[in-house]
């Protein structure tokens, strides 16, 4: 497969994902909105969840064609970029409100899984299938603890104009459907064109997945974050974001370890997993002091994304 060739199907891949994802999540918010979620539980679930199923699809595909590197590389990369690029663009464009329950709750859930699944390689150079299974029945509980607490009392959300997806349920599972076909196609798509690249070039596959197909398939959460946010729409946004990056970890690698069990060896991702606990801390700190993330703090989030690729390239 030529270079261009392979760019023309990484490019074509990326189309299919994000109009997938545009699809999954307009119909699933439709949907949920219907029933009276909260905007911030659609943010941290069902579109957090929609718009990461570009890693899923592109890991669980990685995976069944024995690449290990872009599947673990992809949703480590993925984290930092939904952390450090999405929220720090969305904080340079328009202050950001944090939610007490994102500081509290959310930002410290992803930490603890971070540092879960950093032990669970150093133990045994590895995620195995039985490990892959606990991250998978954990996204189940996590997603009905959300669900389970936002019928306990948490706010609906300011009313907005209904949309198509909102009062026709048939066309909003209809394009969830549509939506997944094309995550699946543009998942293939992504996971071949960048491996020809990586041959091509002589590059590992571990820095291929964390560099062109962890920004490539975080581009949904990147367009669906800052456009929820200058809609003020924050809750979504941030949930997204947040969201996205519990998601990874627990339905993407678990997923893929389902797949098969990944091996790895967690000095060669001491990167990826550094400037994922490292974003996360820094994070911290921004949310919790003013509830606000504002532009000086878009920008250290997005220099630290830059440092993070500019290491891992040089």
């Avoid at 979620?37 to 890693?55: D, Q």
């Avoid at 998978?136 to 959300?146: E, M």
């Avoid at 000086?296 to 040089?314: D, E, K, S």
Wanted: charged share 10%; with cysteine; aromatic share 8%.
């Amino acid at each position: 497969m030529g270079l261009y060739l392979s760019c023309g199907w990484v490019l074509l891949g990326f189309i299919g994902m994000i109009a997938g994802a545009d699809l999954l999540v307009r119909g699933a918010s439709g949907i949920a909105r219907a029933i009276g979620v909260p905007p911030l539980v659609i943010g941290l679930t069902i579109v957090a969840y929609g718009t990461s199923m570009p890693e899923f699809m592109a890991s669980v595909i990685a995976m069944r064609q024995g690449i290990d590197g872009i599947a673990l590389g992809n949703v480590l990369g993925s984290n930092v970029c939904n952390i450090a690029l999405v929220l720090g663009v969305a904080g340079i464009l328009v202050p950001i409100r944090m939610e007490t329950d994102v500081y509290r709750r959310q930002l410290p859930i992803t930490l603890i899984l971070t540092v879960v699944m950093a032990g669970m390689i150093a133990t045994g150079n590895r995620i195995d299938r039985l490990e892959g299974a606990l991250f998978v029945v954990g996204i189940v509980g996590y997603t009905y603890w959300n669900f389970t607490r936002s019928r306990d009392g948490m706010s609906v959300g300011a009313d907005r104009d209904l949309t198509w997806f909102d009062t026709h349920r048939l066309l909003a599972l209809g394009a969830i459907a549509v939506g997944c076909v094309l995550l699946f196609i543009g998942g293939r798509l992504t996971v071949n064109g960048s491996t020809a690249i990586a041959v091509y070039f002589n590059v590992p596959d571990r820095i291929i997945g964390a560099t062109l197909v962890a920004l490539g398939t975080s581009l949904p959460e990147l367009i669906t974050t800052v456009v929820g946010i200058l809609r003020n729409e924050t809750d979504l946004g941030v949930g997204n974001a947040i969201g996205s990056c519990i998601f990874n970890i627990l339905m993407v690698v678990g997923g893929a370890a389902l797949t098969r069990p990944i091996s790895a060896d967690l000095m060669d991702y001491r990167l990826e997993f550094g400037f994922c606990i490292l974003v996360l801390v820094v994070l911290y700190p921004m949310a919790g002091q003013s509830r606000h993330l504002n532009r000086t703090h878009g920008i250290v989030l997005t220099t630290l994304y830059c440092l993070f690729i500019g290491l891992l390239c040089r």
